[in-house]
């Protein structure tokens, strides 16, 4: 993956620390996997609804790093391979260190987006959420351009929670131009491109 497509989708705060790392599609602490420093620092936006995985998770105690407004530190084998979705309130990754001591760090990838046959499901946001899901169709079977429900199919998602009573994606065409990544388990392969911008004349 080439530096500019990884600062699409991984993106520091103008003026904030930037010391956390990009590696292609993943975002990991200064110098990862060996030990981090003292006294570093990021802040990372990522675009709403996009689902990370974390792939390594080591730190000190009194060194957090912050995923949807919640901090989390230690060694806890329970993070690794946990996901995330990045919610629309709170879609700025923090990490900061004290000088205490250091661990080798973290390391977050992003996962697959979805993908059918036919289109690209991208979750929509709440403007375009629709009133009822009755008619609403699975992303698998939906038309382009039409709203789907998240059940699974097409690796869409049942937990994004973007609009309430369902978890509601618009199935495009075009791919867009935000490149999505999938890693599980040490292993990265080159997915599909992720469209949070498309406008509706891209639909069909």
Known sequence: ??????????KNLPGAPNQCEINGHC????????????????????PPYSVIL???FSTEKRDMLVINGNAYS????????????IRPETDVISWVTDGSGSRSGWQLCLDTPPACSDGFPVPVTGKDCPSSIEKLSSCETAALGALCIGDGTCHTRVDIDNCGQAD??????????????????GKASHRRRFASDDTEDSLL
Request: glycine share 6%; net charge positive.
């Open 27 to 46: 975002l990991q602490s200064p110098n990862f996997p060996q030990e981090y420093g003292p006294y570093e620092g990021c802040l990372v936006k990522l």
């Open 54 to 56: 974390v792939t390594a």
């Open 1 to 10: 993956m080439r530096a500019e497509e990884s600062q699409e989708i991984w």
């Open 168 to 185: 509601i994606y618009r199935k495009r065409r075009s791919r867009g131009p935000q490149q999505c990544y999938h890693r599980r388990r």
């Open 74 to 85: 230690g060694d806890d084998d329970s993070m690794i391979n946990r996901s995330f979705v």
